[in-house]
Protein backbone atom coordinates (compact mmCIF):
# COMPACT_ATOMS: atom_id res chain seq x y z
CA UNK A 1 0.00 0.00 0.00
CA UNK A 2 3.16 2.41 0.17
CA UNK A 3 3.85 4.24 -3.17
CA UNK A 4 7.66 5.44 -3.22
CA UNK A 5 9.17 7.80 -5.72
CA UNK A 6 13.05 7.41 -6.10
CA UNK A 7 13.29 11.08 -6.53
CA UNK A 8 12.18 11.48 -2.79
CA UNK A 9 14.82 8.89 -2.04
CA UNK A 10 18.15 10.57 -3.30
CA UNK A 11 19.16 11.23 0.70
CA UNK A 12 18.91 7.72 1.84
CA UNK A 13 20.14 6.28 -1.77
CA UNK A 14 23.14 8.68 -0.39
CA UNK A 15 23.25 7.31 2.48
CA UNK A 16 22.68 3.53 1.52
CA UNK A 17 25.62 4.02 -0.76
CA UNK A 18 28.00 5.53 1.70
CA UNK A 19 27.73 2.60 3.85
CA UNK A 20 28.68 -0.02 1.45
CA UNK A 21 31.66 1.95 0.52
CA UNK A 22 32.50 1.95 4.39
CA UNK A 23 31.87 -2.08 4.10
CA UNK A 24 34.53 -1.97 1.24
CA UNK A 25 31.95 -3.21 -1.00
CA UNK A 26 31.68 0.22 -3.30
CA UNK A 27 34.57 2.51 -4.62
CA UNK A 28 34.95 5.93 -5.85
CA UNK A 29 35.28 6.53 -10.04
CA UNK A 30 35.62 9.58 -11.73
CA UNK A 31 32.54 11.29 -10.00
CA UNK A 32 31.18 7.64 -9.98
CA UNK A 33 30.39 5.10 -7.26
CA UNK A 34 30.93 1.31 -8.74
CA UNK A 35 29.67 -2.19 -6.47
CA UNK A 36 32.82 -3.82 -6.36
CA UNK A 37 31.32 -7.78 -7.29
CA UNK A 38 34.94 -9.34 -6.89
CA UNK A 39 35.51 -8.31 -3.68
CA UNK A 40 31.94 -9.24 -2.74
CA UNK A 41 32.06 -12.89 -4.37
CA UNK A 42 35.32 -13.20 -2.57
CA UNK A 43 34.07 -12.32 1.04
CA UNK A 44 33.05 -15.90 2.96
CA UNK A 45 29.87 -14.80 3.83
CA UNK A 46 28.93 -13.33 0.44
CA UNK A 47 27.54 -15.31 -3.36
CA UNK A 48 27.15 -12.86 -6.37
CA UNK A 49 24.46 -13.68 -8.63
CA UNK A 50 22.61 -15.43 -6.27
CA UNK A 51 19.66 -15.89 -8.85
CA UNK A 52 21.22 -16.54 -12.45
CA UNK A 53 24.98 -17.24 -11.20
CA UNK A 54 25.94 -18.53 -14.38
CA UNK A 55 24.80 -15.05 -15.96
CA UNK A 56 28.01 -13.40 -14.16
CA UNK A 57 30.44 -11.69 -17.53
CA UNK A 58 27.87 -12.25 -19.63
CA UNK A 59 28.15 -8.70 -21.54
CA UNK A 60 24.76 -9.53 -23.17
CA UNK A 61 23.01 -9.66 -20.42
CA UNK A 62 24.33 -6.51 -18.77
CA UNK A 63 23.79 -4.53 -22.14
CA UNK A 64 20.25 -6.10 -21.94
CA UNK A 65 19.66 -5.15 -18.48
CA UNK A 66 21.39 -1.63 -17.85
CA UNK A 67 21.94 -0.62 -21.61
CA UNK A 68 24.88 -0.20 -23.82
CA UNK A 69 26.42 2.70 -22.09
CA UNK A 70 27.27 0.55 -18.80
CA UNK A 71 30.04 -1.17 -20.99
CA UNK A 72 31.17 1.50 -23.47
CA UNK A 73 34.81 1.85 -23.25
CA UNK A 74 34.63 5.05 -20.99
CA UNK A 75 32.57 2.97 -18.19
CA UNK A 76 34.69 0.01 -18.83
CA UNK A 77 37.92 2.88 -18.06
CA UNK A 78 36.47 3.57 -14.91
CA UNK A 79 35.72 -0.11 -13.43
CA UNK A 80 38.02 -2.12 -11.80
CA UNK A 81 35.93 -4.98 -13.37
CA UNK A 82 33.61 -5.01 -16.38
CA UNK A 83 31.26 -7.22 -13.74
CA UNK A 84 30.89 -3.82 -11.40
CA UNK A 85 27.67 -1.69 -11.85
CA UNK A 86 26.80 1.72 -11.05
CA UNK A 87 25.30 2.69 -7.86
CA UNK A 88 25.93 6.64 -8.38
CA UNK A 89 26.46 8.17 -11.77
CA UNK A 90 28.10 11.49 -12.61
CA UNK A 91 25.57 13.07 -14.65
CA UNK A 92 26.16 14.62 -17.54
CA UNK A 93 25.05 18.20 -19.25
CA UNK A 94 21.14 18.15 -19.74
CA UNK A 95 20.46 14.80 -17.01
CA UNK A 96 18.91 15.05 -13.87
CA UNK A 97 21.56 15.53 -11.04
CA UNK A 98 21.73 15.81 -7.31
CA UNK A 99 24.61 17.11 -4.70
CA UNK A 100 26.14 14.35 -3.41
CA UNK A 101 29.69 13.35 -1.52
CA UNK A 102 30.93 12.70 -4.99
CA UNK A 103 29.64 15.68 -6.74
CA UNK A 104 26.76 16.20 -8.70
CA UNK A 105 25.28 12.88 -9.77
CA UNK A 106 22.16 10.70 -9.96
CA UNK A 107 21.30 7.21 -8.76
CA UNK A 108 22.34 3.81 -10.52
CA UNK A 109 19.73 1.87 -11.94
CA UNK A 110 19.55 -1.02 -8.97
CA UNK A 111 19.96 0.79 -5.85
CA UNK A 112 17.15 3.06 -5.65
CA UNK A 113 14.91 -0.46 -5.36
CA UNK A 114 16.93 -1.27 -2.60
CA UNK A 115 16.49 1.43 -0.67
CA UNK A 116 13.31 2.29 -0.57
CA UNK A 117 12.18 -1.81 0.07
CA UNK A 118 14.71 -1.59 2.84
CA UNK A 119 13.54 2.06 4.02
CA UNK A 120 9.66 0.67 3.90
CA UNK A 121 10.04 -3.04 5.10
CA UNK A 122 13.60 -3.56 6.98
CA UNK A 123 16.75 -5.04 6.61
CA UNK A 124 15.04 -8.23 5.22
CA UNK A 125 11.89 -9.34 3.21
CA UNK A 126 10.02 -12.31 2.87
CA UNK A 127 8.97 -11.88 -0.92
CA UNK A 128 9.81 -10.45 -3.52
CA UNK A 129 8.00 -10.32 -7.24
CA UNK A 130 8.92 -9.20 -10.80
CA UNK A 131 9.34 -10.38 -14.38
CA UNK A 132 11.51 -13.19 -15.19
CA UNK A 133 13.86 -10.69 -17.31
CA UNK A 134 14.80 -8.54 -14.30
CA UNK A 135 16.61 -11.86 -12.47
CA UNK A 136 19.93 -10.61 -13.89
CA UNK A 137 21.39 -8.30 -13.45
CA UNK A 138 18.35 -6.47 -11.72
CA UNK A 139 17.61 -8.62 -8.79
CA UNK A 140 21.24 -9.99 -8.76
CA UNK A 141 22.02 -6.51 -8.07
CA UNK A 142 19.75 -5.78 -5.76
CA UNK A 143 20.13 -8.42 -4.03
CA UNK A 144 24.17 -7.63 -3.40
CA UNK A 145 23.33 -3.79 -2.67
CA UNK A 146 21.21 -4.60 0.56
CA UNK A 147 23.97 -7.86 1.90
CA UNK A 148 27.02 -5.90 1.23
CA UNK A 149 24.95 -2.75 3.14
CA UNK A 150 23.46 -4.94 6.41
CA UNK A 151 26.70 -7.29 6.16
CA UNK A 152 24.53 -10.36 6.14
CA UNK A 153 23.80 -13.32 3.81
CA UNK A 154 19.54 -13.35 2.66
CA UNK A 155 18.40 -10.77 2.31
CA UNK A 156 14.78 -11.82 0.30
CA UNK A 157 13.47 -15.02 1.49
CA UNK A 158 11.62 -15.66 -1.71
CA UNK A 159 11.34 -14.61 -5.49
CA UNK A 160 8.21 -14.94 -7.73
CA UNK A 161 9.28 -14.36 -10.97
CA UNK A 162 6.29 -14.16 -13.43
CA UNK A 163 6.44 -14.83 -16.95
CA UNK A 164 6.95 -12.79 -20.26
CA UNK A 165 3.78 -12.00 -22.18
CA UNK A 166 4.57 -13.13 -26.06
CA UNK A 167 1.60 -12.19 -28.67
CA UNK A 168 1.29 -15.52 -31.27
CA UNK A 169 4.90 -16.92 -30.24
CA UNK A 170 6.65 -13.48 -30.63
CA UNK A 171 7.65 -10.85 -28.15
CA UNK A 172 5.52 -7.99 -28.11
CA UNK A 173 7.22 -5.10 -29.46
CA UNK A 174 6.01 -1.99 -31.49
CA UNK A 175 8.96 -2.79 -33.99
CA UNK A 176 7.35 -5.77 -34.85
CA UNK A 177 4.38 -3.92 -34.80
CA UNK A 178 2.16 -6.53 -32.88
CA UNK A 179 1.81 -4.42 -29.62
CA UNK A 180 -1.07 -4.48 -27.98
CA UNK A 181 -2.67 -2.75 -25.50
CA UNK A 182 -5.31 -3.63 -22.47
CA UNK A 183 -8.10 -1.25 -23.53
CA UNK A 184 -7.42 -2.86 -27.14
CA UNK A 185 -7.64 -6.52 -26.20
CA UNK A 186 -10.75 -5.68 -23.86
CA UNK A 187 -12.12 -4.41 -27.08
CA UNK A 188 -12.11 -7.81 -28.52
CA UNK A 189 -12.73 -9.60 -25.32
CA UNK A 190 -14.01 -9.04 -21.85
CA UNK A 191 -12.07 -8.53 -18.75
CA UNK A 192 -13.68 -11.93 -17.53
CA UNK A 193 -12.38 -13.76 -20.52
CA UNK A 194 -8.82 -12.39 -20.09
CA UNK A 195 -8.72 -13.34 -16.84
CA UNK A 196 -9.71 -16.68 -17.23
CA UNK A 197 -6.42 -17.11 -20.00
CA UNK A 198 -4.08 -15.58 -17.35
CA UNK A 199 -5.64 -17.93 -14.55
CA UNK A 200 -4.75 -21.19 -17.27
CA UNK A 201 -1.31 -20.43 -17.75
CA UNK A 202 0.91 -20.73 -14.37
CA UNK A 203 2.10 -17.52 -13.43
CA UNK A 204 5.76 -18.28 -14.07
CA UNK A 205 5.70 -19.61 -17.46
CA UNK A 206 5.37 -17.78 -20.75
CA UNK A 207 1.74 -16.58 -21.76
CA UNK A 208 1.03 -16.64 -25.70
CA UNK A 209 -1.58 -14.21 -25.98
CA UNK A 210 -3.14 -15.51 -29.49
CA UNK A 211 -6.06 -16.88 -31.48
CA UNK A 212 -5.91 -20.30 -29.01
CA UNK A 213 -5.45 -18.99 -26.12
CA UNK A 214 -8.98 -17.18 -26.17
CA UNK A 215 -10.72 -19.80 -27.70
CA UNK A 216 -10.16 -21.91 -24.40
CA UNK A 217 -10.78 -18.66 -22.53
CA UNK A 218 -13.94 -18.75 -24.00
CA UNK A 219 -14.55 -21.74 -23.85
CA UNK A 220 -14.14 -22.43 -19.78
CA UNK A 221 -16.47 -19.60 -19.37
CA UNK A 222 -18.83 -20.67 -21.61
CA UNK A 223 -18.40 -24.06 -19.90
CA UNK A 224 -19.17 -22.44 -16.39
CA UNK A 225 -21.63 -20.13 -17.46
CA UNK A 226 -24.42 -22.86 -18.52
CA UNK A 227 -23.09 -24.82 -15.50
CA UNK A 228 -24.40 -21.82 -12.95
CA UNK A 229 -27.73 -21.18 -15.41
CA UNK A 230 -28.55 -24.98 -14.67
CA UNK A 231 -27.51 -25.02 -11.28
CA UNK A 232 -29.89 -21.93 -10.53
CA UNK A 233 -32.29 -23.18 -12.98
CA UNK A 234 -32.98 -26.51 -10.67
CA UNK A 235 -32.75 -24.97 -7.71
CA UNK A 236 -35.44 -21.97 -8.58
CA UNK A 237 -37.80 -24.76 -10.21
CA UNK A 238 -37.47 -27.53 -6.92
CA UNK A 239 -37.88 -24.87 -4.55
CA UNK A 240 -36.67 -24.87 -0.84
CA UNK A 241 -39.45 -27.60 0.37
CA UNK A 242 -36.98 -29.99 -1.74
CA UNK A 243 -33.76 -29.24 -0.15
CA UNK A 244 -33.58 -30.65 2.86
CA UNK A 245 -34.31 -34.22 4.16
CA UNK A 246 -33.94 -36.09 0.82
CA UNK A 247 -32.85 -39.50 1.22
CA UNK A 248 -29.19 -39.55 -0.94
CA UNK A 249 -29.47 -42.61 -4.17
CA UNK A 250 -26.12 -44.29 -5.51
CA UNK A 251 -26.22 -41.28 -7.91
CA UNK A 252 -25.82 -38.70 -5.42
CA UNK A 253 -23.21 -40.46 -3.13
CA UNK A 254 -20.90 -40.74 -6.23
CA UNK A 255 -21.12 -37.07 -7.55
CA UNK A 256 -20.75 -36.08 -3.94
CA UNK A 257 -17.56 -38.48 -3.35
CA UNK A 258 -16.22 -36.65 -6.69
CA UNK A 259 -17.02 -33.80 -5.42
CA UNK A 260 -14.65 -34.04 -2.20
CA UNK A 261 -11.96 -35.58 -4.67
CA UNK A 262 -11.81 -32.37 -6.80
CA UNK A 263 -11.74 -30.15 -3.53
CA UNK A 264 -8.76 -32.12 -2.16
CA UNK A 265 -7.41 -31.79 -5.66
CA UNK A 266 -7.85 -28.09 -5.99
CA UNK A 267 -6.57 -27.22 -2.78
CA UNK A 268 -3.42 -29.17 -3.69
CA UNK A 269 -2.91 -27.55 -6.88
CA UNK A 270 -2.99 -23.83 -5.08
CA UNK A 271 -0.89 -24.87 -2.73
CA UNK A 272 1.95 -26.23 -4.99
CA UNK A 273 3.16 -22.92 -5.91
CA UNK A 274 -0.79 -20.89 -6.79
CA UNK A 275 -1.13 -23.21 -10.19
CA UNK A 276 -4.78 -21.72 -11.23
CA UNK A 277 -4.33 -23.56 -14.01
CA UNK A 278 -4.21 -27.07 -12.22
CA UNK A 279 -7.23 -26.19 -9.73
CA UNK A 280 -8.91 -24.88 -12.93
CA UNK A 281 -8.87 -27.73 -14.74
CA UNK A 282 -10.44 -29.97 -11.77
CA UNK A 283 -12.85 -27.53 -11.58
CA UNK A 284 -13.55 -28.26 -15.17
CA UNK A 285 -13.96 -31.83 -14.62
CA UNK A 286 -16.49 -30.87 -11.51
CA UNK A 287 -18.38 -29.04 -13.57
CA UNK A 288 -18.71 -31.94 -16.51
CA UNK A 289 -19.31 -34.14 -13.91
CA UNK A 290 -22.09 -32.47 -12.69
CA UNK A 291 -23.82 -31.97 -15.79
CA UNK A 292 -23.75 -35.73 -16.42
CA UNK A 293 -24.97 -36.16 -13.01
CA UNK A 294 -27.68 -33.70 -13.80
CA UNK A 295 -28.60 -35.47 -17.17
CA UNK A 296 -28.67 -39.58 -15.42
CA UNK A 297 -31.19 -37.96 -12.93
CA UNK A 298 -33.36 -36.68 -15.62
CA UNK A 299 -33.37 -39.77 -17.41
CA UNK A 300 -34.26 -41.80 -14.66
CA UNK A 301 -37.04 -39.36 -13.88
CA UNK A 302 -35.97 -38.06 -10.56
CA UNK A 303 -34.76 -34.31 -9.58
CA UNK A 304 -31.19 -33.61 -8.55
CA UNK A 305 -30.10 -33.38 -5.25
CA UNK A 306 -30.64 -29.96 -4.87
CA UNK A 307 -28.39 -29.59 -1.28
CA UNK A 308 -25.58 -30.78 -3.44
CA UNK A 309 -25.85 -28.96 -6.81
CA UNK A 310 -25.93 -25.53 -4.93
CA UNK A 311 -22.96 -27.10 -2.65
CA UNK A 312 -21.24 -27.32 -5.75
CA UNK A 313 -22.06 -24.36 -7.22
CA UNK A 314 -21.79 -22.13 -4.28
CA UNK A 315 -17.92 -23.59 -4.07
CA UNK A 316 -17.33 -22.86 -7.86
CA UNK A 317 -18.39 -19.68 -7.39
CA UNK A 318 -16.42 -18.57 -4.38
CA UNK A 319 -13.45 -19.98 -5.74
CA UNK A 320 -14.32 -18.23 -8.79
CA UNK A 321 -14.43 -14.85 -6.53
CA UNK A 322 -10.91 -15.60 -4.70
CA UNK A 323 -9.73 -15.37 -8.43
CA UNK A 324 -11.39 -12.11 -9.33
CA UNK A 325 -13.39 -13.67 -12.28
CA UNK A 326 -16.62 -12.87 -10.23
CA UNK A 327 -17.47 -9.97 -8.19
CA UNK A 328 -18.32 -10.44 -4.55
CA UNK A 329 -21.93 -9.12 -4.37
CA UNK A 330 -22.97 -12.43 -7.04
CA UNK A 331 -24.37 -15.09 -5.08
CA UNK A 332 -24.32 -17.79 -7.57
CA UNK A 333 -22.28 -17.77 -10.77
CA UNK A 334 -21.99 -14.76 -12.93
CA UNK A 335 -23.79 -11.10 -12.69
CA UNK A 336 -26.24 -11.03 -15.34
CA UNK A 337 -24.66 -7.45 -16.47
CA UNK A 338 -20.73 -6.54 -16.83
CA UNK A 339 -20.74 -3.96 -13.87
CA UNK A 340 -21.31 -6.89 -11.06
CA UNK A 341 -23.27 -3.91 -9.16
CA UNK A 342 -26.27 -4.46 -10.73
CA UNK A 343 -26.93 -8.19 -11.31
CA UNK A 344 -28.87 -8.85 -8.33
CA UNK A 345 -31.07 -5.80 -9.07
CA UNK A 346 -31.49 -7.63 -12.24
CA UNK A 347 -32.29 -10.97 -11.21
CA UNK A 348 -34.59 -9.44 -8.57
CA UNK A 349 -36.68 -8.33 -11.47
CA UNK A 350 -36.93 -11.06 -13.29
CA UNK A 351 -37.88 -13.38 -10.57
CA UNK A 352 -41.52 -13.36 -10.04
CA UNK A 353 -41.85 -13.71 -14.53
CA UNK A 354 -38.60 -16.55 -13.84
CA UNK A 355 -40.44 -18.19 -11.05
CA UNK A 356 -44.49 -18.50 -13.00
CA UNK A 357 -42.98 -20.11 -16.20
CA UNK A 358 -41.18 -22.76 -13.82
CA UNK A 359 -44.13 -23.41 -12.10
CA UNK A 360 -46.08 -23.39 -15.36
CA UNK A 361 -43.26 -25.70 -16.46
CA UNK A 362 -43.93 -28.27 -13.48
CA UNK A 363 -47.24 -28.33 -13.59
CA UNK A 364 -47.50 -29.11 -17.42
CA UNK A 365 -44.40 -32.07 -16.48
CA UNK A 366 -46.72 -33.27 -13.38
CA UNK A 367 -49.95 -33.75 -15.93
CA UNK A 368 -47.68 -35.18 -18.76
CA UNK A 369 -46.33 -37.68 -16.65
CA UNK A 370 -49.98 -38.61 -15.46
CA UNK A 371 -50.94 -39.12 -18.74
CA UNK A 372 -48.38 -41.25 -20.13
CA UNK A 373 -48.66 -40.85 -23.29
CA UNK A 374 -50.75 -38.82 -25.56
CA UNK A 375 -50.51 -34.95 -26.61
CA UNK A 376 -49.93 -34.03 -23.34
CA UNK A 377 -46.74 -36.36 -22.66
CA UNK A 378 -45.32 -34.88 -26.04
CA UNK A 379 -45.49 -31.56 -25.07
CA UNK A 380 -43.97 -32.46 -21.52
CA UNK A 381 -40.62 -33.72 -23.36
CA UNK A 382 -40.62 -30.89 -25.49
CA UNK A 383 -40.91 -28.63 -22.02
CA UNK A 384 -38.14 -30.80 -20.60
CA UNK A 385 -36.19 -30.37 -23.81
CA UNK A 386 -36.36 -26.71 -23.57
CA UNK A 387 -35.39 -26.15 -20.60
Known amino acids: DVLTRVSEFVPEIIEFVQKIIE ?19 ASPNHS ?51 DSPWGKGRPGWHIECSVMSCDILGSKIDVHTGGVDLKFPHHDNEIAQAEAHYKHDQWVNYFLHSG ?29 QLRFAFLLHAWNATLDYGTNTMQEAEQIEKLFNEFFLTAKNLLRY ?8 VKWGSLDKDLNAKFLSK ?16 ALNEMR ?36 KIFGVIPDDSTIG ?3 SATGSTSAGMEAVAEPFVTALARFRDDVRIVARKEKGGSMSKLGAWIDVVS
Open 23 to 41: NGYGYVSNGSVYFDCATFD
Open 164 to 192: HLTIEGCKMSKSLKNFITIKEALGRYTSR
Open 334 to 336: FPL
Open 285 to 320: DLVKETNIYIGSCRQASRDPNQSLIKSIANYATNLL
Open 238 to 245: QGAENEAF
Open 263 to 278: KSLVHEALCDSIDTAS
Open 48 to 98: YAKLVPEAVGNLDALVEGEGELSVSNERLKEKRNEKDFALWKASKPGEPEW
